[in-house]
């Protein structure tokens, strides 16, 4: 069973089709199924980023660094190679690269640069001149004039000998009263570990319909066919789905709606990544296996062996 999907991954298309770059992302995102809204959630570039990237319209992008960095994420969202991608739009744009070289003869020097550095100097001798007026200027000034004798002897206070009669001593201050310590709520709880586990457990939407025993096809059930795995992941409501390989690369990421659900293909290491609690039932061989936890799972976490 792999080997036919590693067949049918190599006869698609790839970073070589198309016109330029943005031409064959589009043609592999094509071949997984996938929307751009899609690939906009996964990610997190704008969706009019996306589509200038696959018309090539450069125009619209924004500076090279981020388009490069567009590109290479598109790229790894689709399980491509993102540096390969980076060299194919490199090599589709290649007139940004390099700077434009001075032409000869011209004299590339500014010359603010002489105007500011004299303007520096005149400021600095210009203190430095400021400072030695003052100095000059304090050092030739007469001394200031001093009082005659008799009126600093009338002006220093008559100490008297004898006690010193203190007043009454002052109340003491008023006791001041703080507020109680503001406590968190559940901090202690939290402290002492009680319930930790059920307060990290993602609550599931109580509005959820109880879940079936049996599979009952309630919509499209995307994925392998029905003789080539028993596993189904069928949605309770509208909920997100990322299915990836044990390489990284992106199998399934789709938007499912409510009964709809997806059948994977029997390969070991595959990787699913949920976003809702209680959203998703698993199904083996038609019996319920529960809800699939949020968060990513592998098939051996879902379905240990016995």
Excluded: C
């Excluded at 995102?29 to 899609?38: A, C, E, F, H, V």
């Amino acid at each position: 069973m792999s080997s036919q999907v590693g067949s049918d991954a190599f006869s698609g298309p790839s970073l070589k089709s198309g016109a330029n770059v943005g031409a064959a992302l589009k043609a592999v995102r094509l071949s997984k199924g996938l929307t751009l809204d899609q690939v906009a959630e996964m990610t997190r570039v704008r969706l009019v980023y996306l589509t200038a990237i696959e018309h090539f319209r450069l125009d619209q992008l924004p500076s090279r660094p981020f388009t490069v960095g567009y590109v290479r994420a598109y790229a790894q969202a689709l399980g491509l190679d993102g540096e390969a991608a980076v060299e194919r739009f490199r090599a589709d744009d290649p007139l940004l690269n390099d700077g434009l070289a001075a032409p000869i003869g011209v004299d590339n020097s500014d010359r603010r640069i002489g105007a500011i550095v004299m303007a520096a100097v005149i400021l600095v001798a210009g203190i430095v001149a400021w400072n030695i007026a003052q100095r000059t200027t304090m050092t030739d000034a007469p001394p200031p004039p001093s009082a005659p004798a008799v009126a600093i002897a009338k002006a220093t206070p008559i100490v008297t000998q004898g006690y010193i009669e203190l007043g009454s001593p002052l109340p003491p201050p008023v006791e001041s009263s703080a507020p109680a310590p503001y406590e968190t709520p559940g901090l202690a709880k939290a402290m002492s570990g009680d319930d930790a586990s059920a307060e990290d457990t993602p609550i599931a939407d109580p509005t959820l319909p109880p879940l079936a025993a049996k599979f009952v096809a309630k919509g499209t059930i995307f994925g392998a066919a029905a003789t080539e795995s028993q596993m189904i992941l069928q949605a309770r409501k509208s909920a997100s789905l990322i299915v990836r390989g044990p390489d990284g690369a992106t199998y399934f990421a789709r938007q499912l709606a409510t009964g709809q659900g997806y059948r994977p293909p029997a390969i070991t290491g595959l990787t699913f990544e949920v976003f809702d609690a209680g959203a998703l039932q698993l199904f083996v061989g038609g019996e319920s296996r529960g809800v699939v936890p949020v968060g990513k799972s592998t098939v051996a976490q879902l379905v240990p062996s016995p």
